[in-house]
């Protein structure tokens, strides 16, 4: 059965962001040992070490707003999908919203799926 990448990748993103947003602490059964995260130019690998860093965060109130989410098919035989999000960043009582990029590549694994990669950049003009 061929999977519905774009309604997996809107899924996954609504999930992700308000999880994210409330208590980002709790992302860590998304990831695994072998993920990857890069947060700008922080490259880091493990579940451990990548909820270590999304809770370092210097801020405690965010709000993440999606522009534009696109996603593919990665692989004809193993159904991950690549996820792309252009979006605006609101932090603490901050009026002026960021921009941002992130790509997720979407790995399955028993009935679901965990964030193989994790690319995060801040887009400044």
């Not at 990548?50 to 522009?67: C, T, W």
Request: charged residues 20%.
């Amino acid at each position: 059965m061929a999977v519905n990448f774009q309604a997996l990748a809107e899924e996954f993103t609504k999930f992700y962001y308000a999880q994210f947003d409330s208590d980002r602490a709790q992302l860590g059964n998304l990831y695994r040992d072998h993920s990857m995260l890069t947060f700008e130019t922080s490259q880091l690998q493990g579940a451990k070490n990548i909820i270590e860093k999304l809770v370092s965060l210097p801020f405690q109130k965010v709000a993440h707003r999606i522009s534009t989410l696109d996603a593919q098919p990665s692989s004809p035989t193993v159904g991950s999908v690549i996820v792309m999000v252009t979006g605006e960043l609101l932090v603490d009582e901050e009026q002026n919203p960021q921009r941002y990029s992130q790509v997720f590549h979407l790995v399955p694994e028993g009935g679901s799926y965990y964030v193989f990669n994790d690319i995060f950049r801040l887009n400044y003009s």
